[in-house]
């Protein structure tokens, strides 16, 4: 009993990892792991495994299994290693969960939920201290787009690239909305909840993380949809929430970006606008480049170690030079879906998506939706699994999620 306790309390230092850093979250993680083991031989969990749970397993591991099988079908690469470290958590959390999902109390989600929030709240509070000492309107006098400050400082507080701690303090904002809605508080603690999410919305409009406030625009939609009930009220909502959206990107660092977006033409990156960076469009060349491959490749793709490769083929192919031009900077996708489109093909792709969004319509708690809209909107714009907080986050939540759900079921 005791060790098993101890398995539980284990999960909240790997869902303190925002504040951890990479080094000890995988010390975290290794500890846990370790700890599954021991749970695993000490109470004979594996004479629990049905067929049930084998197809869990093999789903909410699915993208770690075709790395392993490209890697088996390619022969030896160090960048496909890199991905198959990388991408471990895929492998290692619907393992041991799935094995010790028994003894699993009901509380560790709600407790790493907690945790996690906590640890978002910690990075927020610790840039804005650092914001108030240089000065708010002196940064803001600062900020432009070959110098953006805030960003910046954003980035170097919390050693986080800054689309990720986006999407970290989008997902904390819900588990506070969440918090106030299904759990019994006390009016104060929800005021603090309240407060703390102002602070986190607040932080990514500010080191605009434009990703993040669409995922936030979404997830609350999807809340007044699901969560109100009168037809009135969800009209009030959506014209809270549209007020609310305005003045941020008319009254916050954000509206740069914004304007950025709106002002960028659709034109790929050549020698005649070497002059004006800032007016580049980067996105709509490596876009250009990654539908190109997939054209080409549609059916079986180029295989995970050959992207990179063909990818900078086409780049190779833009006159533009600059700070940021593409011998200087290796572009990934910046979209997801199209990496596995260019390494699997089509029919690779379709069983990717259906594994990394396998708890769609199996589990119901809103929450877990809130998190599925994040990533799938997160993945639109990022390679969310090509840096290891990304598979980190998703992984463990996803999976804790899942089979804390389907067990109560």
Known sequence: MQLQKVYNYSFLGIAMFPVLGLKLATKAIIIWALLAIAVVFKNKSYRNINRKSLRDLVMLSGYYLFLIANYVWSGFDDSLLKFLETGAPFLVFPLFIVLTRDEISNKTLHRSLAVFYAANTILALRCW???LQEGFLELQ??????????????????GIHLPYLGLLFVFAIFIGFWSIKELKLALYTKAVLLAVNALLLASIVTFSARMALGIFVVGTLYGIATQLKSRKSKIAGVGLLTMVVLGLLVFTPIKARVLEVINTKMELPSERIKDEEHTVNFRYGIYH??????????????????????????????TFTGVNDFKNVRYNSHNQYLDWLMSFGIFGCLLLVISVFWGFGRVTNSLYVILLLSIALGLLTENLFARQIGVVFFTFFNTLFFINDTKQN
Do not use: D
């Open 141 to 158: 006098a600062q900020n432009t787009f070959y110098k953006p400050v805030f960003r910046n400082l954003f980035s170097e507080v919390t």
């Open 129 to 131: 201290m650092r914001i």
């Open 289 to 318: 480049c990654a539908l190109g491959i997939v054209k080409e490749h549609f059916w079986l793709g180029v295989g995970k170690q050959n992207v990179s490769k063909n990818m900078q083929a086409c780049y190779n192919t833009f």
